[in-house]
């Protein structure tokens, strides 16, 4: 009994090993039969809903600024200055001799002229709401007619107030009302390597600026005019530049541009101009009398040069007296050429201009002392001042 009950576990045993075996294969065939009898459908996609962009990292930081260097401009000192300069148009009569012709070269030969109109141009610049113009003498010289066109662009007859050819300066006159005026500043603060701009209306373009430095300041003995106190600068001034603005870098007027070294001898970069300080005293001058009244005793003054100076025992240089106008106050005092002068109303002089200056300042009719060396004895005169004769 027992043999066949043992036959009998052997047989349920292999029974179940080959169940599990069966059921292990069909499960590795048809996996889908452990979730169920059927595979779900798939269900088609839903469209996908618009995404938004992405936020940027909450610690993300903003682009930096970029820095942006200032534009170096000096648009304010000329939107400043530019509308009181204006365009001064002359027309002068002209008188031309002719030529001889052929046949008269070998005949009685009488000298023809003709006359012609010519044109000329330069600048000036408005000083007061009166309509008062500066500009300079040698612009408006013997001209018939003169007109003047502002930066906006009317156009006025001028007339001539007065005229100072001393210092080639002139004061003009126009109608108009609401004018543009020039701010003045001070010509006594320029400093060598000062920033300064000229404009005007050279050979017609106008309203043009130019701009340079200061080159030098107090030039003299030039022979532009008799009485010689310059801004050298290297802004350009071309022909039709006369008489126009010479501005700081704030706009304010410190000189009015009136010559330039030839361009035909190869200089470049060198022009002048009058300090605006003998401006104002010119205008107010022609304004007040119609003309410049200044004193003056008949000298000609010369600067010593340092050998001279050396020559004479002086430390530094000094002013001797180069010569005397016939029948003048100084002449008359008994001044002589070859006199040194060492004081003007007891200050010493710096130079020859500076003589000039002084005595030019002094009222007519009023008198001057002077000390000075002759022949290495000192000497003491008063000399009484006149009314400096007029320049032609």
Request: proline share 7%.
């Given at each position: 009994?027992?043999?066949?009950?043992?036959?009998?576990?052997?047989?349920?045993?292999?029974?179940?090993?080959?169940?599990?075996?069966?059921?292990?294969?069909?499960?590795?065939?048809?996996?889908?039969?452990?979730?169920?009898?059927?595979?779900?459908?798939?269900?088609?996609?839903?469209?996908?809903?618009?995404?938004?962009?992405?936020?940027?990292?909450?610690?993300?930081?903003?682009?930096?600024?970029?820095?942006?260097?200032?534009?170096?401009?000096?648009?304010?000192?000329?939107?400043?200055?530019?509308?009181?300069?204006?365009?001064?148009?002359?027309?002068?009569?002209?008188?031309?001799?002719?030529?001889?012709?052929?046949?008269?070269?070998?005949?009685?030969?009488?000298?023809?002229?003709?006359?012609?109109?010519?044109?000329?141009?330069?600048?000036?610049?408005?000083v007061d709401d009166s309509g008062h113009i500066v500009?300079?003498?040698?612009?408006?010289?013997?001209?018939?007619?003169?007109?003047v066109q502002l930066a906006d662009g009317r156009v006025?007859?001028?007339?001539?107030?007065?005229?100072?050819?001393?210092?080639?300066?002139?004061?003009?006159?126009?109608?108009?009302?609401?004018?543009?005026?020039?701010?003045?500043?001070?010509?006594?603060?320029?400093?060598?390597?000062?920033?300064?701009?000229?404009?005007?209306?050279?050979?017609?373009?106008?309203?043009?600026?130019?701009?340079?430095?200061?080159?030098?300041?107090?030039?003299?003995?030039?022979?532009?005019?008799?009485?010689?106190?310059?801004?050298?600068?290297?802004?350009?001034?071309?022909?039709?530049?006369?008489?126009?603005?010479?501005?700081?870098?704030?706009?304010?007027?410190?000189?009015?541009?009136?010559?330039?070294?030839?361009?035909?001898?190869?200089?470049?970069?060198?022009?002048?101009?009058?300090?605006?300080?003998?401006?104002?005293?010119?205008?107010?001058?022609?304004?007040?009398?119609?003309?410049?009244?200044?004193?003056?005793?008949?000298?000609?003054?010369?600067?010593?040069?340092?050998?001279?100076?050396?020559?004479?025992?002086?430390?530094?240089?000094?002013?001797?007296?180069?010569?005397?106008?016939?029948?003048?106050?100084?002449?008359?005092?008994?001044?002589?050429?070859?006199?040194?002068?060492?004081?003007?109303d007891g200050a010493s002089p710096r130079g020859a201009?500076?003589?000039?200056?002084?005595?030019?300042?002094?009222?007519?009719?009023?008198?001057?002392?002077?000390?000075?060396?002759?022949?290495?004895?000192?000497?003491?005169?008063?000399?009484?001042?006149?009314?400096?004769?007029?320049?032609?």
């Open positions: 009994m027992l043999e066949h009950l043992g036959r009998g576990l052997t047989f349920v045993a292999g029974s179940v090993v080959g169940g599990l075996a069966l059921a292990f294969l069909i499960v590795a065939m048809r996996p889908d039969l452990i979730r169920g009898r059927t595979a779900p459908k798939t269900q088609p996609a839903a469209a996908p809903a618009a995404v938004a962009a992405p936020a940027p990292p909450a610690t993300a930081a903003a682009p930096a600024p970029v820095s942006v260097p200032p534009r170096a401009s000096y648009a304010d000192a000329v939107q400043r200055a530019a509308p009181a300069v204006v365009n001064v148009y002359t027309d002068r009569l002209v008188t031309e001799r002719l030529s001889p012709s052929l046949g008269e070269l070998f005949g009685e030969y009488l000298p023809r002229y003709r006359q012609r109109i010519e044109r000329t141009l330069g600048s000036g610049v408005i500009t300079n003498h040698h612009v408006i010289a013997n001209a018939q007619s003169i007109r006025a007859e001028a007339h001539i107030v007065g005229t100072d050819p001393d210092t080639d300066l002139a004061v003009l006159k126009i109608g108009l009302k609401w004018l543009p005026v020039a701010p003045l500043g001070r010509s006594d603060s320029l400093r060598a390597g000062d920033v300064v701009l000229a404009i005007g209306n050279p050979l017609g373009l106008s309203q043009t600026v130019t701009h340079g430095i200061v080159s030098a300041t107090s030039r003299a003995q030039l022979g532009i005019a008799p009485v010689e106190d310059f801004i050298q600068t290297d802004a350009p001034i071309n022909g039709g530049n006369s008489g126009g603005a010479l501005v700081d870098s704030s706009g304010a007027l410190v000189g009015i541009n009136t010559a330039m070294v030839a361009k035909s001898l190869g200089v470049e970069g060198i022009g002048f101009a009058i300090p605006v300080n003998m401006v104002r005293g010119v205008v107010s001058e022609i304004v007040a009398h119609g003309r410049v009244i200044r004193g003056w005793i008949g000298i000609v003054p010369e600067d010593l040069s340092p050998e001279q100076a050396q020559q004479l025992g002086l430390a530094q240089g000094g002013v001797v007296i180069a010569n005397l106008y016939r029948d003048s106050p100084a002449q008359q005092a008994g001044l002589l050429p070859g006199d040194l002068l060492l004081a003007i201009q500076d003589v000039l200056g002084r005595i030019a300042l002094m009222k007519p009719g009023s008198t001057v002392s002077l000390r000075g060396l002759r022949r290495g004895g000192s000497f003491d005169v008063r000399a009484r001042v006149a009314e400096r004769p007029r320049t032609q």
